[in-house]
């Protein structure tokens, strides 16, 4: 592929991207030149690549997540396009933090595993505002008596804080300290797009109770 062809590719996967509502994987992008023919899997690839390179510099990125990619503005000017919202986005409880921290590092887990790390009671609603959000899903249940539901993160939970994979979590040395969970999701969300994280309720901890211990 000739480096004209190669340029004109690549305009047209920004153009794509652009007008996306979601990641596009690279299979995806293929299927749509399949009609034209000539184009392969490898030269989207080194299409995406030179996107990527001429972005360098600009406000926008080109971002690979679990889902595939997508044009992002750069962490670096996030608080200029929140100015945009007149509304200030809803911040993270801290319940709501620990909660999906533990979540993370820990999954599959079950709600009391979270109650017994955490040492209190789980208000309903972070469960359920979680899963609302995308970010996490039953994946099975724990065969003791029963029978509670295992959490685990989604795919929408790595789209959303910019990972392709788990593996890119930020480490832990322990996962028994609640403030060490919340400064890795605080981390993870300092790279997350320009967009509110997360809707909790404000009474998230007010309802929360000592954990009882069995």
Not at 3 to 12: E, F, G, N, T
């Amino acid at each position: 592929m000739s480096v004209d062809v190669k340029d004109r590719l690549a305009q047209i996967l920004e153009a794509l991207l652009l007008a996306a509502d979601q990641p596009l994987s690279v299979e995806a992008l293929f299927r749509l030149f399949q009609a034209e023919g000539g184009i392969t899997k490898k030269d989207v690839k080194a299409a995406l690549d030179v996107l990527g390179k001429n972005l360098e510099g600009r406000a926008v990125e080109l971002r690979e997540v679990a889902s595939g990619y997508r044009l992002q503005v750069r962490p670096e000017y996030a608080e200029w396009v929140g100015k945009l919202w007149q509304e200030r986005p809803p911040r993270f409880s801290r319940a709501l933090l620990e909660t999906l921290a533990l979540v993370c590092y820990r999954q599959p887990i079950t709600r009391g595993e979270i109650e017994e790390i955490r040492g209190v009671s789980l208000s309903p609603n972070i469960i359920k505002t979680l899963i609302e959000r995308g970010w996490v899903r039953e994946v099975g249940v724990k065969e003791v008596p029963g029978r509670p539901a295992l959490l685990g993160t989604t795919p929408q939970f790595l789209d959303d804080f910019n990972l392709k994979s788990l593996d890119e979590l930020p480490t832990l040395p322990e996962i028994k300290d609640p403030a060490q969970l919340e400064a890795a999701l605080l981390r993870l969300g300092a790279s997350a797009p320009a967009q509110p994280l997360a809707e909790t309720a404000p009474d998230d901890e007010a309802n929360e109770q000592p954990a009882t211990v069995h």
